[in-house]
């Protein structure tokens, strides 16, 4: 039982990152909370692209000493989905922080909830 864990502890620890961020994005009221959640998630899957993607006693995809079999080297695929999901996730968390600055701007409150009625009360 030990051994299984220890062989998977990358994706264990994901699960664990992915579980406290989706915890975080639910019960917080606060839309700084909610971004803080939102980017543990994304940190969780891209470690576990990158457990997944690891393979042991290979190496990165970069040509030494004339190695060209591809049994010696890692898939570079799963590094590649992950760069690519960072510079998403930094975008998405920008536009995030903006929107959330425009709405303490005009709102004078972080909390979801007092927004939610304050845009109400503007519709009336």
Aim: glycine share 6%; aromatic share 10%.
């Amino acid at each position: 039982m030990f051994e299984i864990f220890m062989e998977h502890i990358a994706e264990i620890v994901a699960v664990f990152l992915f579980c406290i961020g989706f915890t975080s994005l639910l019960l917080n009221r606060n839309l700084i909370k909610k971004i803080i959640g939102f980017n543990i998630m994304d940190t969780a899957i891209y470690l576990f692209l990158t457990s997944v993607g690891y393979i042991e006693g290979r190496t990165a995809p970069i040509l030494v000493d004339g190695i060209t079999s591809a049994s010696h080297y890692i898939n570079p695929i799963p590094s590649g989905l992950v760069l690519t999901g960072i510079v998403v996730s930094v975008s998405v968390s920008a536009l995030m922080l903006s929107l959330t600055i425009r709405l303490y701007r005009k709102y004078h409150t972080l909390n979801i909830d007092q927004i939610t009625l304050l845009m109400k009360g503007e519709d009336e």
